[in-house]
C-alpha cells in the first residue's frame, strides 16, 4: 500500500482519539431554557369580518406612531408567532397589530363558501394583463384546486379588509404615517 494510504489512516486515528479525549474534557450541558421578555401579554381582540370571527392583537406605540405594522402569521402559525415582538416594536415607536388569518389559530374555521376570495376575481382578465406577449410572463393561478375558502385570494382580502375597517379607523393621522405588512411564508 502506499505511504499516503498510512498517513490519511494515521491522520484518522490522530483526530478520532483527540475527539475522544476533549469529550473526557468537555461536560456537555443542556442548553438553558429560552428567555421571554418581561413584557404583559397583549390585548387579544376579535374583529368580525364577513360573519367570520377573526382574532388579532395590538399594541400602540406610546408617543405618537413612526408607521403602523401588520404582522401575519405563516402557515399553520397565529399571531401569537409575534408574541415577543408586538411590545419592542411599540416601544420603538409603532402601532403593531398581528391577525390570525381565516382558518388558523383563533379565527373562525368554519366560513361561508362564499367569503371564498377566488369568487371574486375575473381571471381570464388578470390572465390578459399579465400573461401577455408584450411583457413575457407567464400567468399561475394560485387557485384552490378544491375550490376552499381558504386561499391566498381569501386571505388578501380579509388583509385589506382589516386595514381599512380596524386599523384605518382607529389611527385618524393614518394618511401621514406609512404602513407595513411584515409577513412569514403566507402573509
Same mark, same amino acid.
Given at each position: ?24 474534557? @468537555? ?23 364577513? +360573519? ?5 392583537? !395590538?399594541?400602540?406605540?406610546? =408617543? ?7 404582522? @401575519?402569521?405563516?402557515?399553520? +402559525? ?9 411590545? /419592542? ?17 383563533? =379565527?373562525?374555521?368554519? @366560513?361561508?363558501?362564499?367569503? #371564498?376570495? &377566488? ?13 401577455? /406577449?408584450? @411583457? ?6 394560485? #387557485? ?13 382580502? !380579509?388583509? #385589506? ?8 379607523? &382607529? ?12 409577513? #412569514?411564508?403566507?402573509?
Amino acid at each position: 500500500m502506499s505511504s499516503s494510504f498510512y498517513e490519511l489512516k494515521f491522520l484518522f486515528l490522530l483526530l478520532l482519539a483527540s475527539a475522544c479525549s476533549l469529550s473526557s474534557v @468537555v461536560k456537555l450541558t443542556k442548553a438553558p431554557p429560552a428567555s421571554t421578555p418581561p413584557y404583559a401579554p397583549s390585548e387579544r381582540r376579535f374583529w368580525t369580518w364577513k +360573519g367570520s370571527n377573526v382574532r388579532y392583537q !395590538q399594541v400602540k406605540s406610546t =408617543s405618537p406612531p413612526i408607521a403602523t405594522l401588520l404582522c @401575519v402569521h405563516g402557515f399553520g +402559525g397565529n399571531c401569537d408567532h409575534f408574541r415577543r415582538n408586538l411590545q /419592542p416594536l411599540a416601544d420603538a415607536g409603532y402601532d403593531v397589530y398581528a391577525i390570525d388569518l381565516i382558518g388558523f389559530g383563533y =379565527s373562525s374555521k368554519k @366560513v361561508p363558501a362564499a367569503l #371564498n376570495g &377566488e369568487l371574486t376575481r375575473d381571471f381570464e382578465a388578470i390572465r390578459r394583463a399579465y400573461a401577455s /406577449p408584450a @411583457v413575457d410572463r407567464d400567468f399561475t393561478e394560485l #387557485n384552490h384546486p378544491l375550490n376552499s375558502p381558504f386561499n391566498f385570494y381569501t386571505w388578501s382580502d !380579509q388583509l #385589506n379588509d382589516f386595514h381599512l375597517q380596524v386599523i384605518q379607523p &382607529e389611527q385618524p393621522q393614518s394618511h401621514s404615517i406609512p404602513h407595513f405588512i411584515a409577513a #412569514n411564508s403566507i402573509g
